[in-house]
């Protein structure tokens, strides 16, 4: 199944940190970049952070760099989202997407990704 599987979710107090992470079960993980977004309610979806099918080029929102780091184990089939510094208004439902062509860079806007998983809820405690 390619679709990704989001985990790691959960409610934290600011200044805390949380671990996401996403699977999938596709053969051909590896080839292609990945990325994080996320919905707050009543607001669009927003790109957080992309890492290339490589692994050498990642790229963060202005929101979230330097707080939160993106990496990739492809043995595992696994990217992972690390939220440090946590701040309220970083809460909201993060989705993890692969792009839809292989061997690419990511992209900043959710339209170039085909696959989405369901999502977790992140709720930073102020």
């Known amino acids: 199944q390619v679709q990704p599987v989001e985990s790691g979710g959960g409610l934290v107090q600011a200044g805390g940190s949380l671990l996401l992470t996403c699977t999938s079960s596709?053969?051909?993980?590896?080839?292609?970049?990945l990325g994080w977004f996320r919905q707050a309610p009543g607001k669009e979806r927003e790109f957080v952070a992309r890492?290339?099918?490589?692994?050498?080029?990642?790229k963060y929102s202005d929101s979230v760099k330097g707080r939160f780091t993106i990496a990739r184990d492809d043995a595992k089939n696994m990217v992972y989202l690390q939220m440090n510094s946590l701040k309220a208004e970083d809460t909201a439902v993060y989705y993890c997407?692969?792009?839809?062509?292989?061997?690419?860079?990511?992209?900043?806007?959710?339209?170039?990704?085909?696959?989405w998983g369901q999502g977790t809820q992140v709720t930073v405690s102020s």
């Open positions: 890492i290339s099918w490589s692994g050498g080029t990642k």
């Open positions: 997407a692969r792009d839809s062509a292989r061997y690419g860079l990511g992209a900043d806007v959710d339209r170039e990704y085909d696959y």
């Open positions: 596709g053969r051909a993980f590896g080839q292609y970049a």
